[in-house]
């Protein structure tokens, strides 16, 4: 998967999980959570879900590699690289 | 039959966990008792019509724009929409002390603030540094029980305005007599006073039948009067719950709504140690015709009241302590559909122990449910004034009631008066969800089954 793709990835999941979303002012280098109002429980689903999709499991110690866009892009650009 | 997850209890937490698991793994099995779902919050068929057990409001109104508040949360983790929900907010409550004070309140926190500035003048300043600090409290994180009671007394200096502000949050909420841990008060006062009350359209049944289809569409399964006998396990690790039946289903992970002490015995392992005392609630449902209504307040949602020098929050020492109560008007929403009939429902602390010993004599319980009617009825007349001789059907819950039907010790609505907060009771795949985790009311309820299967269950899978 390309970054470009997994940067869509992440945004679909996160669409998925509140639809009012808005992804106009979204800073990639800034944290998802401030940005978008999405709490713990959310950032809970945006893991479930790519283990739902991809079969990714995620360990809990490296959640916080997933704060902002461009981290997630990150963490996941090796895991999904066949993907 | 083997689930990765099993759930004892179909009432909201049950539900709300189910659903929460199964949208990322439908394999999931609820085990409800009762042939119903809703556990506390659920209904029942007299004459025909139509009866909600528990329900009078529910806490935590939010608008659909405020992301971060527990009701949107909620409805997000349970990919519910909510547009497919029409909420109907309270129109206004009393919180009404006989011969002392009055304090109303709505779902305009302002309201409530500026009835304490202009009937409790110099308590004004104490109340804004409360605000302040129950806006920085943070419940959610562990801590040591620290009494809410003491740090009103301090914040407010005034005894009369601390019974009147705790009144609803227990009535509401509290487990425990005469306080609240602050971790609780702080939850019921946001949920309650700064977020506010609301009903859903329709009945509980139509709340409930969405939550279960909404579990079933994702491929949850439901199996009702189905009674645990016991929990089968190694030490720390279960393996499967035996039904009465004989039936055995294993499971990877357990989920318990039904207490903390129900829970032990199904495990057979010794019982705690002599809690505190738990509370019991008797209440009555009172029917007139509609057209009865102008005799009565439409503008009231809820009435929570006081008639004695001092407001006691705890079991009394004989059937029912009438000197305090609630009163709900559940037809007193906002733009509601007109109802044929006019309800109303009466709340009171009872002593289970009293009630228990009057259980074996049928005529002498009938008596004391008829006669427990009566002195409601004249508890709330002094309030509301009279529409007694204008009731065409009535029905009284006891606490033996609401064991029998909920199965919650000692038919204590609240719980275990200790509660555990992180769900762990020591077992490596047993997990306790609901009344004894903790968060109570129905969007608490709700939120508990949901964040016990995200913590325990969902981060660990």
Redesign the interface.
Known sequence: MTRDAIKDLVLEIIKDIDEDADFEALQADQPLRDQLDLDSMDFLDIVMELRKRHKLQIPEEDYPQLASLDSCVNYLEPLLKNA | MHVPLLIIGGGLSGLAAAIRFA??NPDVLILEKHSRIGGLNSYYYRNNSLFETGLHAITNFAPPQE??APLN?LL??LKLKRQDFTFHEQIKSDIFFSNQEILSFSNDFALLHQEIETKFPRRAPGFSRLLQIIKDYDPFQAAAFRSARTLLLTTLDEPLLVDMLLCPLMYYGSSLENDMDLGQFVIMFRAIFLEGMFRPEGSIKDFLDTLLKQYQELGGKIRLQATVARIIHQDRKISAVELTNGEVITCDNLLSTIGHEETLAALAVPPLPKQRPRLGFVESIFRLPAGCRQNLTQEKTIIFFNSSEKFRYQRPDHLVDFSSGVICFPGNFQDLKAQPFLELRATHLADYGSWKALAADRAAYLAAKSETAGQSKLALEKIIGNFSQDIVYEDTFTPLTIERFTAKKEGAIYGCPDKIKNGDIGYDNLFLAGTDQGFLGIVGSMLSG??MI?QHI??RT
Request: aromatic share 8%.
């Open positions: 949208r990322f992301k971060a949360r997000r983790q949901v964040s995200n969902l981060s």
